[in-house]
């Protein structure tokens, strides 16, 4: 089985600032990592994914998120934030394909990203 | 943009009721899965579905609940008789073999 740890549930920053959303996880096989962002009210807008080839992969609006197996992590970031990037971002994971896990995302606990002029 | 669509965006029902939530997948995907997000707590995964069957489903995913692709598009989840803990939004994803693409939710709230 696999699980995620969201180690901020809000991050405050200034329009314009570079952020960094940390997610770690923990798992006994390769997994399939993904980063998910919920606008209010809205649903679950798939932001990137990992697969597998290049461990930066870059998504929309301007976000990457780079894998690092040895730290089990996969940290989400942009350079610069825009007050529209308001919004809760969700990591996920799930077993890769051909595993017994494949297709059952875990999710973390979310990260409440708040953008201020 | 092919999209998942999901029907109600909100249902209100009375605790014992059945209740059918529905999810148009995009069109040429072959997972199907069911999530519910309780409010203040993490996305939860209830049920996968592959190839007109169910692949795998969550300890939360108990007799009340049932899921069917009834025709070539639609995939629903039926809930037999709701509790008040059923309250909750319900996400319906469908894949290829890669990423999960949600639908917008349906808010279900069950008085």
């Known amino acids: 089985a696999q699980s995620v740890t969201q180690l901020d549930s809000q991050v405050p920053v200034f329009e314009e600032a570079p952020v960094e959303l940390r997610c770690n996880y923990s798992?006994?096989?390769?997994?399939?990592l993904f980063w998910y962002v919920q606008y209010p009210n809205q649903g679950l807008q798939l932001l990137l994914k990992?697969?597998?080839?290049?461990?930066l992969v870059k998504g929309i609006n301007g976000f990457e998120a780079e894998f690092n197996k040895s730290q089990t992590s996969f940290h989400l970031r942009k350079p610069s934030v825009h007050i529209s990037d308001t919004a809760e971002y969700f990591c996920?994971?799930?077993?890769?394909?051909?595993?017994?896990?494949?297709?059952?995302?875990?999710f973390g606990a979310g990260t409440q990203v708040v953008v201020t002029p | 943009e092919p999209e998942v669509t999901q029907t109600p965006s909100h249902q209100v029902t009375q605790m014992g009721q059945e209740v059918i939530l529905r999810c148009v997948p995009i069109?040429?995907?072959?997972?199907f899965y069911w999530y519910r997000q309780i409010l203040g707590q993490k996305v939860e995964f209830l049920v996968s579905?592959?190839?007109?069957?169910?692949?795998?489903k969550s300890e939360i995913f108990d007799d009340q609940f049932s899921v069917e692709r009834p025709d070539g598009s639609n995939f629903t989840l039926k809930i037999r008789s709701t509790k008040l803990e059923d309250s909750a939004m319900y996400f319906c994803?469908?894949?290829?073999?890669?990423?999960?693409?949600f639908g917008a939710g349906t808010r279900l709230s069950v008085l």
């Open positions: 996920a994971v799930t077993g890769s394909l051909l595993t017994d896990s494949w297709g059952k995302l875990q």
């Open positions: 994803a469908s894949s290829e073999s890669g990423a999960e693409y």
């Open positions: 579905f592959y190839n007109n069957e169910i692949s795998e």
């Open positions: 069109s040429n995907h072959l997972y």
């Open positions: 990992y697969l597998s080839g290049s461990t």
């Open positions: 798992s006994s096989v390769s997994v399939y």
